[in-house]
């Protein structure tokens, strides 16, 4: 085994420079190749590459600036140390092992990679990925039954966390399995229980009925919820999250006055429909249209179409949809506008409304492995009126819907970034538990030195997603695309993790009894809703990388 006397914080910060380096060289030659992203479709492979890297890369950064800030502080974490360590010493050897591969299509020099070769960074990558200090941590998670009590540096986000676990724990996982094994709908007990703990409202600004805790606050809660259930808490604040960035952005004031107290004390319950049968992440190519009409002398629009995957539209009480207003095909995004259709809420896999003003929209659910407790509609949308009071924006935000509804989806891809570790979180608990406990050869699994080497690698994935989605939560509206980094990130770890966590459960983790095969379906999900894998990185994160280099 190769051994370093560097400290691990000191060894993660050499390995992490050296990486940024190379990544910088590498999206200013693909700026070069693409012309600052106009030709990405001409190089979509090497610019989910790029995307990748520059995503792990910034992952890395965050983990470190977490661990250096709580030094600075005086409260030093030796296990978050060894974890930045190990990850940063894991991305450089990805990274390396990278532009090898495609050398041709990075199109770097010798001095460029440079950074990557020299003998300190081989031995602060062997030493980080060393199997007996990935052990070491799988050891400690093991012992600890894989809790996560990392320091928040934020009291308002520390008191959160115990009281989302506390009600993750007491209310939602006592009821989680069986909404997931019978496919029910989650609870109104539950969801008046959400909403009496302010859940719905953490981001809403206090002038409009929130509690304006911030965004880190709101991803905290996610994660929380989600390592309870996914659908059933996790998600419940995610469609109500996305209008309110949007009415914030671009709201009429009226709209704002109206809508946002109603959606924090959980009176208004949202769903979102933009995605149609035929156009997925393609939204500049919605094809539900909205005419204006008039109905009793009231200005408005009828709208026609059908939308799909709109997950809680059938128990929702308002949808947020997205509808064409310019009939021209050319107009592209800039022929889009975000409209709020209230309906009453209905149970079960199948809804039908018929508006006093004559139109109809009719919903039946999509089976799904996971991501149960909502129930996932197509929707079919026959003549529907809206008023003018219900677009966003009124008179201003005709041909606006795009831009607003992008900018909730930002919203909704931090929030899922959050999701993502609640699943994976869990996964390793659940994981933690069951290798302490269960007996194979003689030995308890957790003496098993792979156990240990797997357990601990799950760990230190997990740091970094949690540390790069809190980072972009702190920085929400400032740092562009992270919140889509994180995403991609998180998503990815999840999905690994949970499905390391039910092998090591064996054939038990097959079974529907158990919750580690929830969480490995509900995982499945996380990298396709609010933008799937590819199209985050080649048309947010590839694109924003080039474009800005």
């Known amino acids: 085994m190769t051994t370093t006397n560097v400290a691990p914080a000191t060894a993660a910060r050499t390995l992490v420079d050296a990486a940024q380096r190379v990544v910088a060289a590498a999206v200013k030659r693909a700026a070069q190749v693409t012309d600052r992203g106009a030709k990405i479709d001409d190089y979509q492979v090497h610019t989910e590459r790029i995307a990748y890297v520059a995503t792990q890369v910034r992952a890395a950064q ?112 006592p009821i989680a399995q069986e909404i ?144 064409r207003t310019d009939p021209d095909p050319k107009s592209g995004n800039r022929g889009l506008s975000l409209f709020m259709i209230p309906k009453p809420p209905f149970e079960g896999h199948h809804w039908k409304y018929e508006q006093p003003e004559g139109g109809v929209m009719e919903g039946t659910a999509n089976p799904t492995p996971g991501y149960r407790g909502m129930h996932s509609f197509t929707i079919a949308i026959d003549n529907v009126w809206v008023p003018q009071t219900h677009l966003v924006g009124g008179d201003q935000g005709v041909g606006k819907g795009f831009f607003l509804q992008m900018g909730g989806f930002a919203a909704g891809r931090l929030q899922t970034g959050g999701r993502a570790c609640g699943v994976a979180q869990a996964s390793l608990e659940k994981a933690c538990q069951y290798v302490a406990q269960r007996k194979q050869f003689g030995l308890p699994l957790a003496e098993y030195h792979l156990t240990q080497y797997k357990i601990g690698r799950m760990a230190v994935l997990i740091a970094a997603s949690r540390q790069t989605t809190y980072a972009s939560a702190r920085a929400f509206d400032t740092r562009a695309p992270e919140p889509s980094m994180a995403k991609l990130l998180s998503c990815d770890v999840a999905g690994e993790v949970s499905r390391e966590a039910q092998l090591l459960h064996g054939g038990w983790g097959y079974s529907e009894e158990d919750p580690i095969s929830r969480y490995v379906v509900d995982a499945l999900v996380l990298p396709i809703f609010e933008g799937v894998k590819p199209t985050l990185e080649l048309k947010v994160i590839g694109r924003a990388l080039l474009a800005g280099a």
């Open 180 to 323: 997931h094994r019978q496919d029910l709908l989650v609870p109104d007990s539950l969801l008046q229980k959400f909403s009496a703990q302010g859940f719905f409202g953490s981001s809403i600004p206090e002038e409009y009925g929130g509690t304006g805790m911030g965004d880190l606050p709101m991803i905290i809660i996610t994660e929380e919820l989600s390592a309870a259930s996914l659908a059933a808490a996790g998600s419940l604040a995610t469609r109500p999250e996305i209008l309110t960035k949007a009415l914030l952005a671009g709201g009429t004031e009226e709209q704002r006055q109206h809508w946002l107290p109603r959606i924090a004390r959980g009176e208004e319950l949202v769903a979102i429909a933009v995605t149609e049968p035929d156009t997925g992440s393609d939204v500049a190519s919605l094809q539900t249209k909205a005419e204006p009409a008039e109905h009793n002398g009231q200005q408005g629009w009828r709208i026609n179409g059908a939308k799909a995957w709109s997950t809680f539209s059938g128990r929702a009480t308002v949808l947020a949809l997205l509808a």
């Open 62 to 173: 965050d983990l470190l600036a977490y661990v250096e800030r709580l030094q600075a502080a005086g409260k030093p974490d030796a296990l978050q140390e060894r974890m930045a360590h190990s990850y940063a010493a894991e991305i450089t050897h990805a990274l390396r092992s990278q532009v090898e591969a495609a050398w041709d299509d990075f199109g770097l020099t010798e001095a460029d990679i440079a950074p990557l070769h020299t003998p300190e960074i081989r031995a602060l990558v062997r030493a980080g990925m060393d199997e007996g200090a990935i052990r070491a941590i799988g050891r400690e998670m093991i012992a600890s039954g894989g809790q996560n009590n990392c320091e928040l540096e934020d009291e308002v986000a520390a008191l959160t966390r115990d009281m989302a676990r506390d009600f993750a724990r007491t209310e939602v996982m």
